[in-house]
């Protein structure tokens, strides 16, 4: 899916491939560039989904009620079962 | 490193509700009933506040003799496991302890809820004492010795597997129990982990003379019946109930069996030498004791069925405010020094 999304992105018209019988040095400079945007592109996209995939999986941490009345609405809500910890310092 | 959600522990954790307490104002500690000397506890429970097992449990030996993750993600698993259990009707419910609350204890209200300070568990467990000995209710063999060792039953656990048995000796093992086996049940009770196993053992009455242990072995249940000795309950209390009256500003450690004989003093009695003092002690004018001093009596009485230290003795066995005499050896010579004991402070 990441890579599907990072190679469908539109490249600008600036770093655009070449229009055919273009000269060869600047042929090669578009690609470069061209290259360069690309790989750009695909760490912006990578970062992205990263943090997306991070975003998702703290969406699951595990989080600490601090309030017993409070779990047990929540399991209420849920159906799932309650582990409480007792501890004597935060 | 309890929470990491990337280990098999954070994933189990993901499927419950979790909660941290760390104040116990507005706790149900009579539905949270446990050894209030534990640094940690836990329970697995439901919505309905049906409890499935419990999480914790110590030793002398340390805080964290029985804590331990692998076993963590044992007694998740199985809570996970008794919860869809109770929620298609195969686990039947338990009755619900009666509802009770630190407010209700008047010590423990006055120390902590009324100046602003925080319940903290180890409080509970000691004001409850101090509101005991107000009443006069304070039975201190009962209530200070409350959560017996499984090895001085002779069970000792390979504790990563939760109550798989490592070793068996004493009445464990004249009961039949063996290595491998795994404890499912105590007089009749499931148990599915140390904390269970501990707290239903101090359930028992220090008078009992045996119990039901049921063993899982090859995949059978096997029914043992383990006798006990006497004092089978005892436990080290230096770690626990530290504002048990009276004071007495010294601590003292146990002879050994054959430093006593060759003092000439009765081997099963509780001389002990002195190890420390406790600067109070000269502020108070409580005693005269040195580091070092040998007490081998207390007002002419050296040996107790409970008691191996004579600071000990002192403690079970005497009233705050009562004057004594200590039997001491000090060098080669014997001497009679009298010590004041003192109640806290706080209770004054």
């Given at each position: 899916?990441?890579?599907?999304?990072?190679?469908?992105i539109?490249?600008?018209?600036?770093?655009?491939?070449?229009?055919?019988?273009?000269?060869a040095?600047?042929?090669?400079?578009?690609?470069?560039?061209?290259?360069?945007?690309?790989?750009?592109?695909?760490?912006?996209?990578l970062?992205?989904?990263?943090?997306?995939?991070?975003?998702?999986?703290?969406?699951?941490a595990?989080?600490?009620?601090?309030?017993?009345?409070?779990?047990?609405?929540?399991?209420?809500?849920?159906?799932?079962?309650?582990?409480?910890?007792f501890?004597?310092?935060? | 490193m309890?929470?990491?959600?990337?280990?098999?522990?954070?994933?189990?954790?993901?499927?419950?509700?979790?909660?941290r307490?760390t104040?116990?104002?507005?706790?149900?500690?009579?539905?949270?009933?446990?050894?209030?000397?534990?640094?940690?506890?836990?329970?697995?429970?439901?919505?309905?506040?049906?409890?499935?097992?419990?999480?914790g449990?110590r030793?002398?030996?340390?805080?964290?003799t029985?804590?331990?993750?692998?076993?963590?993600?044992?007694?998740l698993?199985?809570?996970?496991?008794?919860?869809?259990?109770?929620?298609?009707?195969?686990?039947?419910?338990?009755?619900?302890?009666p509802?009770r609350?630190?407010?209700?204890?008047?010590?423990?209200?006055?120390?902590?809820?009324?100046?602003?300070?925080?319940?903290?568990?180890?409080?509970?467990g000691?004001?409850?004492?101090?509101?005991r000995?107000?009443?006069?209710?304070?039975?201190?063999?009962?209530?200070?010795?409350?959560?017996?060792?499984?090895?001085?039953?002779?069970?000792?656990?390979?504790?990563?597997?939760?109550?798989?048995?490592?070793?068996?000796?004493?009445?464990?093992?004249?009961?039949?129990?063996?290595?491998?086996?795994?404890?499912?049940?105590?007089?009749?009770?499931?148990?599915?982990?140390?904390?269970?196993?501990?707290?239903?053992?101090?359930?028992?009455?220090?008078?009992?003379?045996?119990?039901?242990?049921?063993?899982?072995?090859?995949?059978?249940?096997?029914?043992?019946?383990?006798g006990?000795?006497?004092?089978?309950?005892?436990?080290?209390?230096?770690?626990?109930?530290?504002?048990?009256?009276?004071?007495?500003y010294?601590?003292?450690?146990?002879?050994?069996?054959?430093?006593?004989?060759?003092?000439?003093?009765?081997?099963?009695?509780f001389?002990?030498?002195?190890?420390s003092?406790?600067?109070?002690?000269?502020?108070?004018?409580s005693?005269?004791?040195?580091?070092?001093?040998?007490?081998?009596?207390?007002?002419?009485?050296?040996?107790?069925?409970?008691?191996?230290?004579?600071?000990?003795?002192?403690?079970?066995?005497?009233?705050?405010?009562?004057?004594?005499?200590?039997?001491?050896?000090?060098?080669?010579?014997?001497?009679?020094?009298?010590?004041?004991?003192?109640?806290?402070?706080?209770?004054?």
């Amino acid at each position: 899916m990441l890579h599907f999304e990072l190679y469908s992105i539109p490249m600008p018209g600036h770093l655009a491939a070449p229009a055919p019988g273009a000269p060869a040095r600047d042929r090669s400079l578009r690609l470069s560039a061209s290259r360069t945007a690309r790989r750009c592109l695909a760490c912006c996209a990578l970062a992205l989904g990263l943090c997306s995939a991070a975003a998702a999986r703290a969406s699951e941490a595990v989080t600490w009620i601090e309030s017993y009345d409070e779990a047990l609405a929540e399991a209420r809500r849920t159906g799932k079962p309650i582990f409480l910890e007792f501890r004597c310092a935060p | 490193m309890l929470t990491d959600e990337d280990t098999k522990r954070g994933r189990l954790l993901r499927q419950y509700v979790t909660a941290r307490i760390t104040r116990m104002d507005r706790i149900n500690i009579g539905l949270f009933d446990f050894d209030r000397y534990n640094t940690l506890y836990f329970f697995a429970l439901n919505a309905d506040e049906q409890i499935y097992l419990r999480y914790g449990g110590r030793d002398e030996r340390s805080a964290t003799t029985y804590l331990d993750l692998e076993s963590l993600e044992l007694a998740l698993e199985r809570g996970l496991d008794l919860h869809r259990r109770y929620l298609v009707g195969k686990l039947p419910r338990k009755p619900v302890p009666p509802a009770r609350y630190p407010r209700e204890i008047p010590a423990l209200h006055e120390r902590t809820v009324q100046r602003g300070r925080c319940v903290e568990c180890h409080l509970i467990g000691d004001l409850e004492n101090v509101q005991r000995e107000r009443d006069g209710t304070l039975d201190k063999l009962t209530h200070l010795y409350r959560a017996p060792e499984i090895r001085r039953i002779g069970i000792e656990l390979d504790i990563p597997k939760g109550l798989r048995v490592e070793q068996a000796s004493g009445g464990a093992a004249a009961a039949g129990m063996r290595p491998g086996d795994e404890i499912r049940a105590v007089n009749g009770v499931d148990v599915w982990t140390f904390g269970d196993l501990q707290w239903e053992l101090g359930k028992l009455p220090h008078t009992a003379k045996d119990l039901g242990i049921g063993v899982l072995r090859d995949g059978r249940r096997e029914p043992l019946r383990v006798g006990l000795q006497p004092f089978w309950w005892l436990t080290d209390l230096t770690y626990r109930n530290l504002s048990v009256d009276p004071r007495v500003y010294f601590t003292s450690s146990a002879l050994d069996e054959r430093e006593k004989v060759e003092l000439g003093f009765d081997p099963r009695g509780f001389a002990s030498r002195v190890v420390s003092i406790d600067p109070l002690a000269e502020l108070l004018g409580s005693h005269q004791l040195r580091e070092g001093d040998v007490i081998y009596g207390v007002d002419g009485k050296f040996v107790d069925d409970v008691a191996d230290t004579a600071h000990l003795y002192i403690k079970l066995r005497k009233q705050a405010g009562s004057e004594v005499t200590l039997q001491v050896l000090r060098g080669r010579q014997r001497m009679a020094l009298a010590l004041k004991t003192e109640r806290m402070s706080f209770r004054k």
